[in-house]
């Protein structure tokens, strides 16, 4: 399954949670790609818009391949191979470059848009997709500690065994679970980074 871009994939996405009966959900997105998808599915699911921070563990020589990840509140979750293919000191500096990273973000986007309280709600948890699966474990767990009253995992795209997964700690959709994944961009026709200034202007419009 191919989406046209992240806001196609977001209203396809919206069908399919529509007959869980979420009552004024919490949208929140992993920025950036997943802010674009959290701000369509609270349009249409008539709930509201957030963010959560998490960030992705590279390994040395290749950021984009996962070791892990590191969520907002300084958890940090590895691959059972990330020791095989980083040492502990590097492990330990990406953390810390990584942990960087979200305070800097969170600095600018509460400034526009003040954190939703998510005890006792419906949470709906979205990405433009999964690959490793760290990230939203990474987010998934700060989201849970948060006493919401229910929480969904809402992807367009994902490895069978990263839902498989997630589906041990939380409800999860994916439209699209391809057996030989490639990456997240392979299954979108139109992908392009999404810059900060996006996801504040996105951001902005459910402040308040």
């Known amino acids: 399954m191919f989406f046209q871009d992240r806001e196609e994939a977001a209203r396809l996405l919206a069908e399919a949670l529509r007959p869980l009966g979420l009552e004024r959900p919490v949208v929140l997105g992993i920025p950036r ?12 699911l008539g709930g509201t818009m957030d963010i959560v ?8 020589g290749n950021p984009e391949y996962a ?10 979750f590895l691959q059972p191979y990330a020791e095989r293919v980083a040492d502990p000191a590097y492990l330990k500096a990406e ?14 986007y509460r400034a526009v848009r003040p ?14 997709g999964i690959a490793t699966g760290s990230t939203m474990e990474a987010a ?3 989201v849970q500690a948060e006493s919401p009253r229910r ?32 990456a997240v961009g392979a299954y979108y026709h139109d992908f392009p980074q999404v810059a900060d200034e996006e ?8 402040a308040g």
Do not use: Y
Request: proline share 7%; charged share 30%; net charge neutral.
């Open 53 to 60: 921070l998490a960030r992705k563990i590279g390994a040395p």
């Open 33 to 44: 790609g997943g802010v674009v998808l959290a701000d369509v599915l609270a349009e249409e």
């Open 199 to 206: 996801v504040v202007e996105r951001l902005a419009r459910w």
């Open 67 to 76: 070791l892990g990840a590191v969520s907002e509140d300084g958890q940090v």
């Open 140 to 142: 998934l767990t700060a």
């Open 95 to 108: 953390v810390g470059r990584q942990m960087q990273v979200i305070r800097e973000r969170r600095r600018r």
């Open 151 to 182: 929480v969904v995992v809402a992807v367009p795209v994902a490895p069978p065994d990263a839902v498989e997964k997630l589906r041990q700690r939380a409800e999860a959709v994916a439209l699209s679970t391809p057996p030989d994944f490639v």
């Open 115 to 128: 954190k939703e309280p998510l005890a006792g709600r419906d949470v709906v948890l979205t990405d433009d």
